[in-house]
């Protein structure tokens, strides 16, 4: 973190947004130190820690390098190398990189990707140079930090998924849609429009292609129209004989079931089938209006009585989609909501996250204190700031200890609570964390079912 941050925090603190930007790796205190929040644990992982400045950017693998020439960008031919692949051969090929990562590794993506046997990672007619092109084409879709276990945790969780755009490019030999007559035209005079204007842009180059076009007799248009639907012909042969080749996974309208209903209207369906005499005369959404407050003042142990009844009918309605589709893999995004996710962890023994920090422990106790709820929450953040930095030294101190000691607890609560996590479950749960020690967690427990 930067000095400037730094003394910008001096004079106010927003809690939530250093939340958001540090994400439990370090939180600036008011009086202009750097607070750092080292995991409790120690292992051989624990370097991978490092990687959280680059934990939002997006994988840029060789397959989807952008080459910069002469002001145009133009995609590099890699993905046409692909060989043709199916969702099987992909999450083939997952099962057999997990299987030669060593044990307890923690080298990054790359330098792992570099120093893999792909002579035991091939299997079929996917020689190893085929196995590490489809992995780098897999891995364009995935964020790429950390250690391959937990990269290729993610791959997983995406292929699991049938109609993962990652599955949309199925080999090289897939057609091309032929250019338009237009751009046929195009790409004929451009070089000798570039020769003739060697100081015009690309743009204006484009701008001088149209024109052209726009004055172009229609008996000359005619010649590269005929051409354009000669190619057509020619394509629509190629792809179909290709479709017919590499078939993509079958797809099913989810409206053939009824799909599960979300815990609030199971909720509104049994409160409106009984009389209630307070709402008499009542219209059907004035109904719904009382029930749906009714319903978020409850408790979480009784929300989740509705959200089980939810679980269930999703399980039932995944159960007939697999059954239709003859897989194991199915496309459901569940109707809970966040909220709703978040009851289903801690009633099933998920402990809350720590305080990163004393600053932050210190922010949780009293910014809900009597004495703050008559200030205005913008203001808030910045007295609690005054307050913080105006405690003794021991004070401020046993705010960190206590912090430290509440994330010693975490480490083992929450440790315990993934052992008993499939691995399925554990992956929907690394994928869903956003960063620090409980993120780190779940991966090592990825990573030991992968065994």
């Known amino acids: 973190m930067s000095k400037n941050k730094n003394k910008r925090a001096s004079s106010s603190v927003d809690l939530t947004s250093a939340k958001k ?23 051989d992982e624990s370097s991978s820690s490092s990687s959280e400045s680059v934990e939002n950017s997006l994988i840029n693998t060789v397959a989807n390098e952008v080459v910069i020439s002469n002001g145009d960008k133009e995609e590099s031919d890699s993905k046409n190398d692909l060989p043709a692949f199916t969702f099987d051969d992909m999450n083939k090929l997952l099962d057999n990189v997990r299987k030669v990562i060593p044990d307890g590794d923690s080298l990054k993506y790359n330098t792992r990707l570099d120093k893999l046997d792909w002579e035991q990672v091939k299997f079929g007619n996917f020689s190893g140079e085929d196995c590490k092109k489809l992995l780098n084409h897999a891995m364009s879709f995935i964020r790429k930090y950390k250690t391959m276990n937990e990269v290729i945790a993610e791959t997983q969780a995406a292929a699991a998924k049938p109609s993962n755009k990652m599955f949309k490019v199925r080999g090289s030999q897939r057609p091309r849609h032929p250019s338009s007559s237009y751009m046929i035209f195009a790409n004929e005079i451009r070089d000798k429009l570039r020769k003739q204007n060697p100081t015009l842009s690309i743009i204006e180059i484009g701008k001088l292609i149209g024109e052209k076009w726009r004055q172009l007799p229609q008996t000359k248009k005619d010649k590269y129209v005929k051409q354009f639907e000669e190619n057509k012909k020619v394509y629509l042969a190629e792809v179909t004989k290709y479709n017919s080749e590499h078939p993509e996974p079958e797809k099913i309208k989810k409206k053939e ?41 409850l408790s979480d142990k009784k929300k989740y009585k509705y959200i089980k009844k939810c679980l269930e009918a999703e399980d039932k309605f995944v159960e007939k989609l697999k059954d239709k589709l003859k897989t194991a893999n199915v496309d459901y995004k569940s109707v809970l909501n966040k909220q709703e996710r978040d009851i289903v962890e801690k009633m099933n023994g998920k402990p809350d996250s720590p305080p990163v920090n004393g600053y932050a422990l210190f922010i949780k106790e009293n910014i809900t204190t009597p004495e703050m709820s008559l200030i205005e929450p913008k203001l808030k953040n910045s007295i609690l700031a005054t307050k913080w930095k105006d405690l003794e030294k021991n004070v401020r101190e046993s705010y960190n200890n206590r912090a430290k000691v509440a994330q010693e607890q975490f480490v083992v609560e929450m440790t315990n609570y993934v052992k008993g996590l499939p691995e399925k479950q554990a992956i929907e749960l690394y994928m869903s964390s956003p960063g620090g020690l409980a993120k780190d967690i779940i991966a090592r427990r990825i990573e030991s079912l992968s065994k």
Do not use: R
């Open 21 to 43: 930007k540090t994400k439990a790796t370090a939180v600036s205190s008011p009086v202009g130190k750097k607070i750092p929040e080292k995991p409790i644990y120690t292992s």
């Open 257 to 297: 079931f009824d799909k599960p209903k979300a815990p609030l209207s199971i909720y509104l369906s049994e409160k409106l089938e009984k009389e209630n005499p307070d709402l008499e005369g009542k219209s059907l959404k004035e109904k719904q209006t009382f029930y749906k407050n009714k319903y978020n003042q």
